[in-house]
């Protein structure tokens, strides 16, 4: 672990350690996209996932209701958050790691055929680093998918500008999509440009 990573473990565990209890209570009010998101991915065949920064296990265990018979697994940096995810999600294999160099085959066993960014890659600080190592690491075929803020561009200037500088306060810097489009990924923007849903493809 570089001194880097080391710092921003830091970070995060003393971040989250205040806010897990409410969590899900306040992020439904702003993380919006991710039950899009998930719907797309329970619309296609898959049998084991990844997801990266699962935080409380929220999202794994909405899959895990609709999808019992997959494996699941995630990739934590914060230790506070991993004890929460591991606590809701019994069923569940979980790596204390950064995304950038997480071995995701060691996860499940084998490499997922799902590798899931909910709200993580904007808090990642070597974020295309990130996205490719996941995507080299997916199974050949499979999929990485992510959630998370966009540019914000259609939203008010004022409103714009001041969520961007609250998201600074957490280290959040929202995604830019053509970044995201230069990498080959699909996406869907949402209303006011404030979320992105995006999906890379490894090939076969």
Same mark, same amino acid.
């Given at each position: 672990?570089?001194?880097?990573?080391?710092?921003?473990?830091?970070?995060?565990?003393?971040?989250?350690?205040?806010?897990? /209890?409410?969590?899900?209570?306040?992020?439904? *009010?702003? %993380?919006?996209?991710?039950? $899009?998101?998930? !719907?797309? &991915?329970?619309? @296609?065949?898959?049998?084991?996932?990844?997801?990266?920064?699962?935080?409380?296990?929220?999202?794994?265990?909405?899959?895990?209701?609709?999808?019992?018979?997959?494996?699941?697994?995630g990739i934590e940096a914060a230790?506070?958050?991993?004890?929460?995810?591991?606590?809701?999600?019994?069923?569940?294999?979980?790596?204390?790691?950064?995304?950038?160099?997480?071995?995701?085959?060691?996860?499940?066993?084998? /490499?997922?055929?799902?590798?899931?960014?909910? *709200?993580? %890659?904007?808090?990642?600080? $070597?974020?295309? !680093?990130? &996205?490719?190592? @996941?995507?080299?690491?997916?199974?050949?075929?499979?999929?990485?998918?992510?959630?998370?803020f966009a540019d914000l561009r259609?939203?008010?200037?004022?409103?714009?500008?001041?969520?961007?500088?609250?998201?600074?306060?957490?280290r959040v810097t929202p995604l830019?999509?053509?970044?995201?489009?230069?990498?080959?990924?699909?996406?869907?923007?949402?209303?006011?440009?404030?979320?992105?849903?995006?999906?890379?493809?490894?090939?076969?």
């Open positions: 672990m570089t001194p880097e990573q080391t710092e921003h473990r830091v970070f995060l565990n003393r971040y989250y350690r205040a806010a897990r /209890p409410i969590y899900d209570v306040t992020r439904k *009010y702003y %993380l919006f996209g991710r039950d $899009r998101a998930l !719907e797309g &991915l329970l619309a @296609a065949p898959w049998a084991s996932l990844v997801e990266v920064g699962p935080g409380t296990g929220r999202n794994l265990e909405i899959l895990q209701r609709r999808r019992a018979w997959a494996l699941y697994g230790d506070a958050m991993l004890e929460r995810a591991a606590a809701r999600c019994p069923w569940a294999h979980f790596q204390r790691a950064f995304a950038e160099d997480a071995d995701y085959a060691a996860v499940l066993g084998a /490499p997922p055929q799902r590798i899931f960014f909910s *709200y993580c %890659l904007s808090m990642v600080q $070597r974020r295309e !680093e990130a &996205l490719q190592h @996941a995507l080299s690491q997916v199974a050949p075929g499979g999929e990485v998918h992510v959630v998370d259609g939203l008010p200037r004022p409103l714009a500008a001041g969520l961007r500088a609250w998201l600074e306060l957490y830019e999509p053509g970044w995201l489009a230069g990498l080959g990924a699909d996406m869907v923007l949402g209303p006011g440009r404030y979320y992105v849903l995006a999906r890379l493809r490894r090939p076969q």
